[in-house]
């Protein structure tokens, strides 16, 4: 069974930080591209960052450059996303995606708020 398992989500003030990960089973993990999403109340989900299966090449959203990092860990199977600077509109629910050729797997989420 093929499995997404969002942590770390929670409430954090403006400027601070947060780490989340994602921890896949049921799939070869190395083999799928990895991604970030989000989706805010009212809004379109939104590719957050993307880490390649081979060579580990990121791309990230204008909105986040500079302030989020994604890593995987392919011993462990996991993918990360390490989230600096964070701002109220940051908040969303941050959702984790495999993706290869016409596969695509999806987690159920984890809600990060950016409050004061």
């Known amino acids: 069974e093929v499995q997404l398992v969002e942590s770390g989500g929670g409430l954090v003030q403006p400027g601070g930080s947060l780490r989340l990960s994602c921890a896949a089973s049921?799939?070869?993990?190395?083999?799928?591209?990895m991604s970030w999403y989000r989706q805010a109340p009212g809004k379109e989900r939104e590719l957050v960052a993307t880490?390649?299966?081979?060579?580990?090449?990121?791309n990230y959203a204008d909105s986040v450059k500079g302030r989020f990092t994604i890593s995987r860990d392919n011993a462990k199977n996991t993918v990360s996303l390490q989230m600096n600077s964070l701002k109220p509109e940051d908040t969303a629910v941050y959702l984790c995606?495999?993706?290869?050729?016409?596969?695509?797997?999806w987690g159920q989420g984890t809600q990060v708020t950016v409050s004061s």
């Open positions: 880490i390649s299966r081979a060579t580990s090449s990121t």
């Open positions: 995606n495999a993706q290869r050729l016409y596969y695509s797997y």
């Open positions: 049921g799939f070869t993990f190395s083999s799928y591209t």
